[in-house]
């Protein structure tokens, strides 16, 4: 059974930073992408980052891009999401989620999806 779970959000002030976490069990990792999604209230889920388990290459939405930094621990059956310089709008519900193939930002791709993580970001 493929599990994920989402830790490590919060509540912190503009301009701090933060880090997620996703244990994910049940897979094997190079077989698969990993992302970030996050959904604000009212919004659609939109996803920001994705990793490439097998090329290790990376994707970022552009509103992210040199402020939030995904990367993995295989020994640890681990992913990351380092987000610095946070703002206000970076405020939601992030998940991680695990789709076989190619990074996408859709999450109707995505099999398996932890529970989520509050992110509140304050001005």
């Known amino acids: 059974e493929v599990q994920l779970q989402a830790s490590g959000g919060g509540l912190v002030q503009a301009g701090g930073s933060l880090r997620l976490s996703c244990v994910v069990q049940?897979?094997?990792?190079?077989?698969?992408?990993i992302a970030w999604f996050r959904q604000a209230p009212g919004k659609e889920r939109e996803g920001i980052t994705c990793?490439?388990?097998?090329?290790?290459?990376?994707y970022y939405e552009d509103s992210v891009k040199g402020r939030f930094t995904i990367s993995r621990d295989n020994a640890k059956n681990s992913v990351y999401l380092q987000m610095n310089s946070l703002k206000p709008e970076d405020t939601a519900v992030y998940y991680c989620?695990?789709?076989?193939?190619?990074?996408?930002?859709?999450?109707?791709?995505?099999?398996?999806w932890g529970q989520g993580t509050q992110v509140t970001v304050s001005s």
């Open positions: 049940g897979l094997t990792f190079d077989d698969y992408v």
């Open positions: 989620a695990v789709k076989e193939g190619s990074c996408s930002a859709n999450a109707n791709e995505y099999n398996y």
């Open positions: 990793i490439d388990m097998g090329d290790k290459k990376t």
